[in-house]
């Protein structure tokens, strides 16, 4: 092997929004601690730390208080909400590969209990109750995006991506039926993993007896809000094979998306028809495929970025598993394994970083859904966003 | 001042002075949709620059409201104390300028509501210097 891997998976407890005691940073450093013993490295030898989705847990701080001797490389991916995770593992191991640093952990800290919930920025201000609603000054193209489209109720993604998914039952008779099998199937993989937060057996009938939130969504269609972190250990190739479990490599990342596609707080409804019922992953999987020299045949099992059931239909499409608008019996006929962990619909939502670590661990060996003989795993990161890609092989 | 079908406590719209003109025609209940000076093609939302010809001078022109709804839902869920539930979310194609508008359809049950049904602007005045599009059926 000649590129980067990842040697090292670590993540703290994972609950429900507001479970965790303990504040978001202290998880941070919890997890990048596993993450570091996992693969039987010291912290001294951490000399890089990267992240995504604005992570509040500034790279500084971290270091001084794990009492890292240098830090070398500190990176955030500038993609909109969770589309920098693979990114994130990418810029690591560009920095890792280029010399830059010796080894670097990617983690990801998330308790919406002690913050803002995600994706309701500057522009989700309400106005204040003393006095008439009234214009206000921008603080920025994110906040004056916003502006034509929280004050008429697109509060929240659900809402987003409710009106990209009946556009697409539109377009190509995608079913209710369709996205219910999504949340049904990742629950099941979540009832065999103990770290999930969501682990009761759900059929389709109790995926349907859930109150609907933006149709078609409803509640079993939307991903968790949760406190927890997790953390993985980026190093070379030299480095890994002397480590303690075996090394996984990063055998490609890609990241982007199509000019013009996510526009606003993740609104994407100013771009042409063909685009907006798609994820917008295909830029990201057309360099992904050519990087890693493969195509989705040879994938054994696959990570997909599940913040909403019918947005993994549409990666399904982007990445070529099928044409566009197949998704939904693509999805319910393959037997290609997909979020063996429960996903960030069952397990936990720590913005598709804990996708990373359970493909680490299935290739491995080490997942609670073992897929045997697996070798070759895709990770992705957010449709519906700029995002980003990975695929990652057993080292040989 | 108009019907109101959305409490004061909705999130209030944050301006820049590119789109300060969009606001203040809104505020006199006309739709506006800018225009590229160079090339003539329609954006929004309104921008500093063209993102086809890269002009920088732009006008906005008034449009009359119409359309028809490109995508929706029903939202169930009430992200805003207040806000009526069920209300509904729109994409609207604004007839003639390849540009769509983020709205409400307004008295409508929403089962009515459908993608390609045809819809006008209403106004809603939200305080005595803003007002925001509404959709009602057509």
């Given amino acids: 092997m000649t590129g980067a891997c990842i040697v090292g998976v670590g993540e703290t407890a994972y609950a429900k929004r507001g479970g965790l005691d303990t504040s978001e940073y202290h998880l941070a450093l919890e997890a990048i601690c596993a993450a570091v013993a996992d693969a039987g490295m010291s912290l001294e030898e951490i000399d890089g730390l990267a992240s995504f989705a604005d992570d509040r847990n500034l790279p500084v701080f971290v270091a001084a208080d794990l009492g890292l001797r240098e830090l070398r490389h500190a990176s955030m991916s500038w993609l909109p909400g969770g ?3 693979c990114a994130a593992v990418g810029n690591a191991a560009l920095a890792v590969e280029a010399g830059h640093a010796h080894a670097v952990v990617v983690y990801r800290s998330l308790c919406q209990g002690q913050f803002v919930r995600f994706g309701q920025g500057p522009g989700a201000r309400r106005a204040p109750a003393d006095r008439a609603p009234a214009l206000r000054r921008s603080k920025g193209p994110l906040d004056t995006a916003a502006a034509f489209t929280m004050p008429f109720a697109m509060l929240s993604p659900p809402i987003t991506y409710a009106m990209v998914m009946q556009r697409h039952m539109h377009r190509f008779g995608t079913t209710p039926e369709h996205l219910g099998n999504v949340a049904v199937r990742f629950r099941d993989h979540a009832t065999r993993n103990p770290r999930a937060v969501l682990r009761t057996p759900m059929t389709l009938d109790d995926y349907f007896a859930s109150r609907l939130v933006a149709e078609p969504f409803h509640l079993f269609d939307c991903c968790m809000e949760n406190d927890g972190a997790c953390a993985v250990v980026v190093t070379g190739a030299a480095r890994a094979a002397d480590g303690a479990k075996p090394a ?10 199509p000019g013009a596609y996510g526009h606003g707080q993740y609104v994407n409804v100013y771009v042409d028809d063909e685009l907006y019922t798609s994820g917008g992953g295909r830029p990201v999987a057309r360099d992904l495929w050519a990087r890693a020299g493969i195509g ?10 599940d913040h909403f ?20 019996p693509c999805f319910a006929e393959t037997t290609l ?3 063996t962990h429960g996903g960030s619909l069952s397990e936990a939502y720590i913005h598709g970083l804990n996708h990373v670590v359970e493909g680490v661990r299935q290739l491995r060996g080490e997942s609670t859904a073992p897929v045997p003989g697996a070798q070759t795993c895709l990770v992705t990161s957010a449709a519906g966003v700029p995002g980003s890609g990975m695929v990652l092989r057993v080292a040989r | 001042m108009s019907e109101r079908w959305f409490p004061d406590a909705m999130p209030v719209p944050a301006v820049s002075p590119d789109t300060m003109p969009w606001w203040q025609a809104a505020a006199e209940h006309r739709l506006v949709v800018q225009v590229c ?9 309104p921008s500093p620059v063209c993102p086809h010809c890269h002009g920088w001078s732009s006008t906005f022109a008034d449009h009359p409201g119409t359309g028809t709804i490109y995508t929706f839902t029903v939202v169930h869920q009430a992200f805003v104390p207040g806000i009526p539930v069920p209300h ?5 194609d604004l007839d003639g300028t390849g540009t769509r508008l983020v709205t409400n359809v307004v008295d409508a049950d929403p089962a009515e509501v459908r993608i390609g049904r045809a819809v006008e602007v209403v106004w809603e005045d939200m305080g005595p210097d803003l007002s925001v599009p509404r959709a009602r059926l057509r």
């Fill in chain 1, 83 to 85: 589309g920098g995770g």
């Fill in chain 1, 248 to 257: 996984v490599e990063i055998a490609a990342t890609a990241q982007g998306a």
């Fill in chain 1, 296 to 305: 989705p045949d040879e994938v054994d099992v696959a990570m997909l970025y």
């Fill in chain 1, 309 to 328: 059931s019918g947005m993994v239909l549409l990666q399904l499409e982007d990445y070529g598993f099928c044409g566009p608008g197949e998704g939904g």
């Fill in chain 1, 337 to 339: 394994p997909i979020n």
């Fill in chain 2, 37 to 45: 000076d160079t090339c003539g093609r329609h954006r929004h939302p």
């Fill in chain 2, 88 to 92: 509904v979310v729109a994409v609207v």
